[in-house]
């Protein structure tokens, strides 16, 4: 099965998480697209017509894809639906960028700088989303400003007490 041959399956609940089962031809070929066989695999998924990025996942011995509402409300699916399903290994970059202000505001202020530096990635990651999803530049001056202060010591910030 090529990494984009379609599958149908029937959408499962797994606690309150929707998801399906691939079919272990195409997990091989996915495997092999990727160059990986364990850890998360990005892909690119497509759901009756709608396409998605996503990420295949191992859990309980078992890998799944999660759909999330948006997938299933876009594919007019629920959970005991089945669906024409498509994958493919997705090689782009997920990273998110780190919002300009950011940036500057962490040039400016050496301190903020390696604390923020020092932190484990996912951490960063954090700081980094809050402040990417902001609307207003509003929004992004005073969160950007809150953040050099929780990085400094001074503030709480995206619900932690310290960095």
């Not at 997938?71 to 493919?88: C, H, I, N, P, S």
């Not at 990635?121 to 001056?141: G, N």
Request: glycine share 6%; charged share 20%; hydrophobic share 45%.
């Amino acid at each position: 099965m090529e990494a984009s041959a379609p599958f149908s399956a029937r959408i499962e609940l797994i606690g309150v998480n929707p998801y399906v089962l691939v079919p272990d031809p195409l997990l091989q070929a996915l495997f092999a697209a990727a160059g990986k066989s364990k850890g998360p695999i990005p892909v690119q998924l497509t759901i009756d017509g709608h396409v998605f990025p996503q990420t295949l996942v191992k859990y309980a011995g078992q890998w799944r894809l999660y759909l999330n509402g948006p997938m299933r409300q876009a594919a007019g699916k629920e959970v005991g639906d089945t669906a024409l399903f498509t994958l493919r290994h997705d090689p782009a970059s997920r990273e998110l960028a780190v919002h300009p202000r950011l940036s500057q505001a962490l040039a400016e202020n050496a301190a903020a700088a390696a604390v923020f530096n020092g932190l484990p990635a996912s951490r960063r990651l954090e700081i980094v989303r809050y402040i990417s999803f902001l609307k207003s530049e509003e929004s992004v001056e005073r969160n950007v400003q809150r953040a050099i202060r929780f990085l400094l010591g001074q503030e709480r910030f995206i619900g932690r007490d310290t960095p």
